[in-house]
């Protein structure tokens, strides 16, 4: 479904992602972890192209993008690969002056040229599915922050994207909130939508994660099951990060 070799990315002076190879197979949910600044939020805003890499390859499905030397992707290329991929952010995002369902019919409307009344149909049978339908007709600011996030899952979802990436979406909700999110998510992987999540929920991680790759200052230091890297691991990077989550 995905696979990454060898990416760069600096921001001036200041390299964040030193070489990173990782593959994610389709209908697994993939965790990534570890300390605050190791590149989680760059490599997987990398993926879908919010940020371009300075060097490396990155394939989703048959569309392969290389970076660096001569080689610059077309914006056609680009886009591609981006509709492809739905982001769910820590913020949700959501267009303020619009109703729940317009915020989800927007991309479907202006980027997919979806008739209205198909583009209606989905975005109501999308928010039936996170649980939300009695609320299309609210505004962003009507909703919890469990709500709004849930709205942003069925806009990213809309696009019927091949991935779903996910940036730390709970890490700005109280825990009952959180948990409606994490019920949504942990029923889209059971019904094998590939996803791609940054977490500090070591609970969710363990629970739902078919993978998990830890990351420290640009590298991936180490990748494997749950058990593996939760409950296992010999490294003591990892083991003194697990001690400090958990505390």
């Not at 030397?69 to 002056?97: C, I, S, W």
């Not at 942003?152 to 909700?173: G, H, K, N």
């Amino acid at each position: 479904m995905i696979t990454i070799k060898n990416l760069h990315k600096s921001f001036g002076e200041n390299e964040i992602l030193k070489g990173i190879d990782v593959h994610i197979s389709k209908g697994e949910t993939t965790i990534i972890i570890g300390p605050s600044g190791s590149g989680k939020t760059t490599l997987l805003r990398c993926m879908n192209l919010l940020e371009i890499p300075n060097k490396g390859t990155i394939k989703v499905g048959n569309n392969e993008l290389v970076f660096g030397g001569n080689k610059v992707p077309t914006d056609k290329e680009m886009l591609v690969l981006r509709k492809n991929t739905g982001m769910v952010f820590q913020g949700f995002y959501l267009f303020p002056h619009m109703t729940v369902v317009a915020n989800i019919m927007e991309a479907l409307t202006t980027v997919l040229k979806q008739p209205k009344k198909i583009a209606h149909d989905k975005a109501l049978n999308l928010l039936e599915k996170v649980g939300l339908l009695e609320k299309s007709q609210s505004y962003p600011h009507e909703l919890s922050g469990g709500q709004q996030q849930r709205v942003a899952i069925a806009r990213a979802m809309a696009i019927e994207p091949s991935v779903l990436l996910f940036d730390e979406p709970t890490s700005a909700l109280d825990p009952e909130l959180a948990a409606e999110v994490l019920k949504v998510m942990k029923n889209l992987s059971l019904e094998g939508m590939t996803m791609v999540v940054v977490t500090h929920n070591m609970n969710f991680a363990r629970d739902v994660g078919d993978n998990i790759i830890f990351m420290d200052n640009g590298l991936i230091i180490d990748n494997g099951t749950p058990s593996q890297i939760l409950n296992n691991t010999t490294n003591m990077r990892i083991k003194q990060f697990l001690n400090l989550v958990n505390d």
